[in-house]
C-alpha cells in the first residue's frame, strides 16, 4: 500500500540486492566530487561529505522522485564562492537554510509545475551541456600539482592513469554481457581497487584530494548578526542558490520521469530539497541538490526506488566515521572511469539524429543552452535563458497567425471573421486588417476562431472600436468566450462597451 512516505513508492516489487550495490555504487561516485567542490569553492573538505549525507538522505525519504540521487552539487556550490571570499563560512551557512526556507515556500505554493513550461530543445541543450561539463571535469584527474601549479601528468603516471581508467570503462561496457545482476559499476571500481592494491600500482587515489574522516554532522547555528544588513547580504546568494538547486532538481526529476516512464512529484521535491538545505545550514553542510550524474549511476544500475538513496546516504555517514581510511584508497581512475561513462550516458545523442528535421529555432535554442552550460556553468540562467528564447519564437509565429476573412451579408453588414490568438504580439496585424473609413455603418467583428488573450488585446480592441465609433459607425464583437468577456469586463475602464448575451452568441457592443 502507498503512503506519504512509502521508502519505495513504486508499483513493482523492490529488489533489495539491486538497491543495495546500486546505493554503494552511488556513493563510491558521490565522495569524490563531494570533496572536490568544497575544496573549489574554499570550504572545510567534510561540508561536502556533510551535505552529501544530509542532502541524500533526506531527499531519498520525503522527496517527490524515487531513484533520484541528491549531494552537495557544484552547480549551488559555485553561488556561494563568492561569498565565502567576501563574508566567510558562517554566512554561507546562513545562505543555505536561507535559500533550503525559499525552496518549501515554492513547493507549498505549489510552484513546481512551471518545470512544464521548459521546451523540449531546452531539455536537450541542458543535458548536452551537463554531459560535457561531467565529462570536461573528469580531466582534471589527469592533471598534478607541481611547486604550486596544476600541470597534466606525464610519462608513467599518465600512461598508468590512463590505463586505469580505460579499465574501468571496458568493465562498465563489457560487465552487463556476463550479468545485470550487479551494477557494473561498482564491480569495476572493486577490480580497479583491487589490482591497485595488489600490485600496487602508484595512483592518484581519493586521499590524495582530501581527508574523509570526521565526525556526526555537528549542530551549529551560523554565526552572523540577526540584522537587515545581514539578511541582505546572503538574500542575494540564497535566491539564486535555491533557483539553481529547484532547476535542476526540476530538470532533473522531469529526466528520470522519461527514463522510468513513471510520475514524480515536483512540489515534494522542492519541500525536501528546501528541508536538507535548512538542515544543512545547521549540521555544518555546504548544500546542495539533485545530482543528475549520480541519479544516471544509480537508474543504470537498475534502481527503481527510494533505498539505493537511503542506503548510499548512510554508506557516506558510514564512511565519514570509520571508514576513511579504505575509501582514501580508492584510485581516482576507477571513479573517473565510471564518471566519464555516466557522461556518455547523459548526453541525449537521439538529439544529433534528429538534428537536421529540427526547426531553425529549435536548433539555436538547444546550442544556446548547451554553450551556457559548459562555460558559464550556470544551469538556472542557461535554462532560463532557453526558455525565454523560446517563448519569443512561440509569440512571433503565433502573432503571424492572425488573420480575418471578411464579407458583406445581405444586411449590409460588414464581418470580419478573426482567426489566431489576439495578444500583444499580434495586435499590430489586427488592426491593419480593417478598412475603417471604406466600411458600411455597421460592422461585426466575430472572435468564434479567435482568443483575446491579454490587455494589449483589449487595448487594441478598445483603438478599433473607437476609431469606427468617431466615423460615426456600429461596432459588434461577437461569438466572445467566457473568459473573455470576464477580461473585457475586468478592463471596463479601458474599453467602453456594454456586454450583453444574446440567443445565438455574445455580443459586445460599444455605446
Not at 2 to 8: A, D, P, V
Not at 206 to 233: C, K, R, Y
Not at 363 to 386: D, E, K, Q, R, S
Request: hydrophobic share 55%; net charge neutral; proline share 4%.
Amino acid at each position: 500500500m502507498k503512503s506519504t512516505f512509502n521508502l519505495f513508492d513504486l508499483s513493482h516489487k523492490v529488489n533489495y540486492k539491486t538497491e543495495i550495490l546500486a546505493g554503494l555504487t552511488v556513493a563510491m561516485t558521490m565522495i569524490p566530487e563531494s570533496l572536490s567542490f568544497a575544496i573549489l569553492a574554499g570550504f572545510p573538505p567534510l561540508t561536502g561529505l556533510y551535505a552529501a549525507f544530509i542532502m541524500g538522505l533526506v531527499t531519498a525519504v520525503l522527496g517527490g522522485r524515487p531513484g533520484m540521487v541528491s549531494g552537495g552539487a557544484g552547480a549551488t556550490v559555485i553561488v556561494l564562492i563568492a561569498l565565502m571570499k567576501s563574508h566567510g563560512l558562517e554566512y554561507v551557512f546562513g545562505a543555505v537554510a536561507l535559500a533550503g526556507i525559499i525552496q518549501i515556500a515554492v513547493g507549498l505554493l505549489k510552484l513546481g509545475k512551471f518545470i512544464r513550461l521548459v521546451p523540449q530543445p531546452v531539455m536537450f541543450g541542458f543535458v548536452n551541456g551537463l554531459a560535457i561539463v561531467i565529462f570536461m571535469s573528469q580531466l582534471e584527474q589527469f592533471k598534478t600539482v607541481v611547486n604550486g601549479n596544476t600541470e597534466w601528468l606525464t610519462g608513467t603516471p599518465f600512461l598508468m592513469m590512463a590505463a586505469l581508467v580505460a579499465l574501468t570503462i571496458a568493465i562498465v561496457i563489457l560487465f552487463p554481457k556476463i550479468t545485470k545482476k550487479i551494477p557494473a559499476s561498482l564491480v569495476a571500481i572493486v577490480v580497479v581497487f583491487t589490482l591497485v592494491m595488489v600490485l600496487n600500482i602508484d595512483t592518484k587515489q581519493v586521499e590524495d584530494i582530501a581527508s574523509v574522516s570526521g565526525t556526526f554532522p555537528p549542530f551549529h547555528i551560523p554565526n552572523i548578526p540577526l540584522n537587515l544588513e545581514a539578511f541582505q547580504v546572503i538574500l542575494p546568494y540564497g535566491l539564486i542558490m535555491a533557483a539553481v538547486g529547484l532547476t535542476e532538481g526540476l530538470l532533473t526529476l522531469n529526466l528520470v520521469d522519461e527514463i522510468t516512464v513513471t510520475k514524480g512529484n515536483s512540489n515534494r521535491e522542492c519541500v525536501a530539497q528546501g528541508s536538507a538545505n535548512i538542515l544543512n545550514g545547521f549540521f555544518f553542510g555546504m548544500g546542495g541538490c539533485p545530482m543528475i550524474a549520480q541519479t544516471l549511476v544509480n537508474l543504470s544500475a537498475g534502481s527503481r526506488a527510494r533505498l539505493s538513496g537511503i542506503i548510499a546516504s548512510l554508506t557516506i555517514l558510514v564512511i565519514i566515521l570509520v571508514g576513511a581510511p579504505v575509501i582514501g584508497k580508492l584510485p581516482m581512475a576507477a571513479l573517473t572511469g565510471v564518471m566519464i561513462m555516466v557522461a556518455m550516458g547523459t548526453f541525449e545523442w537521439a538529439s544529433l539524429k534528429i538534428f537536421k528535421r529540427m526547426p531553425k529555432s529549435d536548433i539555436f535554442v538547444m546550442i544556446v543552452v548547451m554553450l551556457i552550460t559548459v562555460f558559464l556553468h550556470n544551469l538556472a540562467l542557461a535554462v532560463l535563458i532557453g526558455v525565454i528564447i523560446s517563448a519569443l519564437v512561440f509569440s512571433w509565429d503565433n502573432a503571424k497567425r492572425i488573420r480575418a476573412r471578411k464579407y458583406v451579408d445581405e444586411n449590409g453588414v460588414k464581418h470580419y471573421e478573426i482567426c489566431g490568438p489576439l495578444f500583444f504580439g499580434s495586435v499590430t496585424g489586427f488592426s491593419e486588417k480593417f478598412d475603417i473609413a471604406s466600411d458600411p455603418a455597421e460592422v461585426i467583428i466575430d472572435f468564434e476562431e479567435s482568443r483575446v488573450v491579454d490587455m494589449s488585446a483589449i487595448e487594441a480592441l478598445n483603438a478599433v472600436t473607437a476609431r469606427y465609433y468617431k466615423e460615426g459607425k456600429k461596432v459588434h464583437l461577437r461569438h466572445l468566450s467566457p473568459d473573455c468577456i470576464v477580461l473585457l469586463q475586468n478592463a471596463a475602464a479601458i474599453i467602453d462597451v456594454n456586454i450583453m448575451e444574446d440567443p445565438i452568441y455574445m455580443v459586445a457592443e460599444r455605446k
